[in-house]
């Protein structure tokens, strides 16, 4: 039975789970940059790692039985 997600959940847990994937299978952590006010983002070098881990994220979750609302 498949679960349904609002979108910001789905995007949430991709995500997250495109970073596990990342830094499990890749090279190590993933490289975050934070700015004067206290913000955090990753360097374009660590997005550009990420970018193979998205589908196979996304593949994970419905897997397990999770599905992203329709909108």
Do not use: C, F, H, Q
Request: hydrophobic share 40%; glycine share 6%; aromatic share 10%.
């Amino acid at each position: 039975m498949l679960k349904v997600v609002l979108d910001e959940e789905w995007v949430l847990a991709y995500s997250e789970l495109a970073v596990i994937l990342a830094e499990e299978y890749g090279d190590g952590p993933l490289e975050v940059v934070t700015d004067d006010e206290g913000n955090e983002e990753y360097t374009e070098k660590s997005l550009e790692r990420l970018l193979p881990y998205y589908e196979e994220a996304e593949d994970i979750l419905y897997r397990i039985g999770l599905t992203r609302e329709e909108v």
